[in-house]
């Protein structure tokens, strides 16, 4: 293993100091209550005071739906901050909003005709829906609602195809409603409010400009190439991967993932998430990759010499965002590639604080890397956990779940309040151990994890923390809207 001279001890390289949840949380606020502000400045017709509420969502709503393109975990200086895991919570949970917000914002406006006379009511609710005015606004509307759908059932579809859905759907629904807004949007027609919802429009084609453009430029300018395959485990693959020649090397820190793509498939909308199993004190990148799907499965046929396209990197599942005088690194299933980047660089830089390792999977033949995590403990002062869920013949080490009194056995001998556990693996597991090791008295912010899918439930309590914290702030976001909307009634 070569070691650069890299200075690991300058400003973290991939890690954007980013804003504080709570800084993030205001900006959002301000932004969406911006056009709202703006409004006040046009001079309108006066509103009923449901027409306003109306008006309110259909304005803040518009303006949340392209913060979503920002908040889509590709751009470093809003996600950066964050981490992957809470900026995709947060971007599912603010998709919610936005559709309710906008599938209000047509209902308020005729509920007032509704009231004094229903038929009359539905007749005006009719004309909206299919007037030629309208139009873009109910594909907006439409394409909103199939996205919120999709994006709830999103393992029923082929994660690529998935995707590229998700983009034209997110153009159709920004294009039609800023096209609405600017058509037929009362207070947008002139002043500051028209030039606002046009400056949102180039935020919309920049933002899509770099995500499918510069990058996939970048891809084909900048390749990568592949070393070598090998197999670690049962349908488990570690990839070597080199910068081609004029290609910079990835400064990162360990415990980053990467966005990974290959051969003439060198499209950002083809690319998938892998963690780096490596040490940043190595020119070269690991990714250990478990077959799940289509991609995944062609993995161990890659022809070393192949293109690699390599976008990256993010997330904040680092140590050095998590600091801590003793480690407890966990990991389930192929979970173990970003641990192994971590445990790597733990032993490149011989570090001597005290290391707990639990690595657990269905079952011995799954588990990869095990001769090097032997190896580790000459270099470290380190204690490793093995553990297979099912029962095996040749099998010596403990079985079942990695539960509280495996984990007690793991943290023997360590300070709970001054230890940092970083967990990646399957769902279920991340939830119960997270919350097991802060039942046993670790603070809240020093149990880390980071999940490799996002479809399933998030219910460990800090993801309910989590929760409460974004329903809080569309609360006070859309009381917010009323308040400001009765003003402008
Ligand atoms: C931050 C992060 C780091 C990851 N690191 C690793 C790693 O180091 N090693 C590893 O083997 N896997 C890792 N994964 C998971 C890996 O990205 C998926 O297994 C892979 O993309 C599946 O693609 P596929 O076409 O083979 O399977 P598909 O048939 O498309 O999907 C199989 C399963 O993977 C999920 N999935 C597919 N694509 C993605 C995606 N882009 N993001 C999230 N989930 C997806 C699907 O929902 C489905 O449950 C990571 C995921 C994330 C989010």
Redesign the pocket.
């Given at each position: 293993m070569t070691i650069s001279n890299a200075d690991q001890h300058d400003r973290p390289p991939g890690h954007w100091p980013g804003l504080s949840a709570r800084a993030m949380g205001l900006a959002y606020l301000l932004i969406c209550l911006l056009p709202l502000a703006l409004a006040g400045l046009s001079r309108v017709a006066p509103l009923d005071r449901w027409e306003a509420v109306g008006a309110g969502l259909g304005l803040s709503g518009l303006v949340a739906m392209v913060i979503q393109v920002l908040s889509s975990g590709r751009f470093q200086i809003v996600s950066g901050g964050m981490g992957?895991d809470r900026i995709m919570a947060f971007h599912k949970i603010a998709a919610y909003w936005v559709l309710l917000a906008l599938l209000l914002h047509p209902l308020l406006y005729v509920l007032p005709t509704f009231q004094d006379d229903p038929a009359l009511g539905a007749e005006r609710l009719r004309a909206y829906l299919t007037l030629p005015g309208y139009r873009s606004g109910v594909i907006a509307l439409l394409a909103l609602a199939v996205l919120v759908v999709m994006g709830v059932a999103?393992?029923m579809f082929?994660?690529e195809a998935w995707r590229a859905l998700h983009v034209i759907l997110a153009l159709l629904a920004l294009g039609g409603g800023l096209h609405h807004a600017l058509a037929v949007g009362r207070f947008s027609a002139l002043g500051a409010l028209h030039w606002a919802w046009w400056g949102a429009g180039g935020v919309v084609v920049l933002a899509f400009a770099v995500l499918y453009g510069w990058r996939w430029a970048r891809l084909h300018r900048q390749p990568w190439r592949l070393r070598a395959v090998e197999n670690k485990a049962d349908r488990i693959w570690e990839l070597d991967i080199e910068p081609a020649q004029g290609t910079p090397p990835l400064r990162y820190r360990a415990g980053q993932?990467v966005w990974m793509t290959e051969g003439a498939r060198r499209f950002p909308l083809f690319d998938?998430?892998?963690?780096i199993?490596d040490s940043p004190q190595r020119p070269g990148l690991s990714?250990?990759?478990?077959e799940?799907?289509?991609?995944?499965?062609r993995i161990g046929d890659l022809e070393s010499g192949t293109a690699i396209g390599i976008d990256g990197p993010y997330?904040t599942f680092t140590l050095d965002r998590h600091q801590g005088d003793h480690i407890l690194l966990i990991a389930g299933g192929?979970g173990i590639?970003?641990i192994m980047g971590l445990l790597r660089h733990l032993v490149a830089s011989k570090d001597r604080r005290p290391i707990r390792v639990a690595y657990a999977a269905g079952h011995p033949e799954n588990m990869a890397c095990l001769d090097e995590l032997v190896a580790a403990q000459s270099v470290l002062d380190l204690k490793l956990m093995l553990i297979s869920e099912a029962e095996s013949a040749d099998w010596v080490n403990p079985t079942g779940f990695l539960d509280r009194s495996k984990l007690a056995e793991l943290l023997d001998g360590l300070d709970p309040s001054r230890t940092v556990a970083l967990i990646c693996g399957p769902g279920v597991m991340v939830t119960n151990v997270s919350d097991t090791l802060l039942d046993m008295g670790l603070p809240m912010k020093n149990v880390v994890y980071?999940r490799?899918?996002?479809?399933g439930g998030l219910s460990a309590r800090q993801d309910r923390r989590r929760t409460l914290g974004f329903v809080g702030l569309f609360m006070v976001l859309a009381a917010s809207v009323v308040v400001w909307s009765l003003r402008l009634a």
């Open positions: 992957i999103r393992g082929r994660y993932f998938h998430p892998f963690s199993a990714l250990i990759i478990k799940a799907g289509d991609f995944t499965r997330g192929v590639a970003p980071e490799f899918d996002y479809a």
